[in-house]
């Protein structure tokens, strides 16, 4: 693999890659292709070096891999130095992107590999909800952070996961398999997992308050 398309700022989202389980070589050509910066983490960059992989960003603290290896196998990166302890180096990357007047990115490698990671990495979407439009991707899974209206066309049977972060309010929906009439969902006690669109057409999913993740899943 090698550079991503060159397009106009800000024009597609941009892209992240963090450091989780790696996704195919197909997936994330497709979404190099039209992302106009690509940021690293520096945990993973040895990995996209091995893969031949153009970044315009690394991001960290540095502690993992020296700024000048990355020099000796890449030129014209930027590199953002983010020391911070009380935030992760997503974190750091979605303030970079908001920062410098990005409103959209795309996530990968940011699931798989150690549990914890995956789960406060997904944890996340929620208190950027105003600032940044976050989807992550995986070989399995599309996850977004669902607005308080959302309407969407699938197939019959595309597997559609609810997932609350917390407590949420007021779901309802038209076109799943099992429907949400004005009910909540609460993490670790009522989850919507495993649902799925009841017929080829519009999906509808509305919820009052809280934070409601939208996986749609494939095997």
């Known amino acids: 693999m090698s550079s991503h398309h ?3 700022d800000n024009q597609e989202p941009a892209l992240i890659i963090a450091n989780g389980a790696a996704c195919s070589d197909e997936l994330l050509g497709q979404l190099l292709e039209w ?5 690293a983490l520096d945990g993973a960059i040895e990995r996209l ?6 970044v315009d960003i690394v991001l960290g603290d540095f502690d993992s891999i020296t700024k000048a290896l990355i020099a000796e196998n890449q030129t014209d990166l930027k590199f953002i130095s983010a020391p911070d302890q009380n935030k992760t180096d997503l ?5 970079y992107l908001i920062a410098n007047g990005h409103p959209a990115v795309n996530v990968v490698w940011a699931t798989g590999r150690r549990a914890d990671h995956a789960f406060c990495n997904l944890s996340l979407l929620a208190p950027y909800r105003e600032s940044l439009k976050i989807t992550v991707y995986d070989d399995y899974s599309r996850v977004i952070l669902l607005p308080r209206k959302f309407e ?3 197939p019959k049977n595309t597997v559609l996961s609810l997932v609350p972060l917390g407590l949420v309010n007021s779901i309802r929906t038209v076109n799943l398999l099992y429907p949400l009439n004005n009910e909540s969902l609460t993490l670790g006690y009522r989850n919507g997992n495993s649902n799925a ?6 999906v509808k999913i509305e919820h009052e308050s809280g934070d409601l993740l939208l996986m ?3 095997d």
């Open 6 to 8: 060159i397009v106009k």
């Open 35 to 39: 992302s106009p910066v690509v940021v």
């Open 49 to 54: 070096l091995a893969k031949r992989i153009k």
């Open 91 to 95: 974190e750091k990357a979605f303030d």
């Open 152 to 154: 969407k066309w699938y």
């Open 197 to 202: 669109a009841a017929d080829d057409g519009i």
């Open 216 to 218: 749609e899943c494939w």
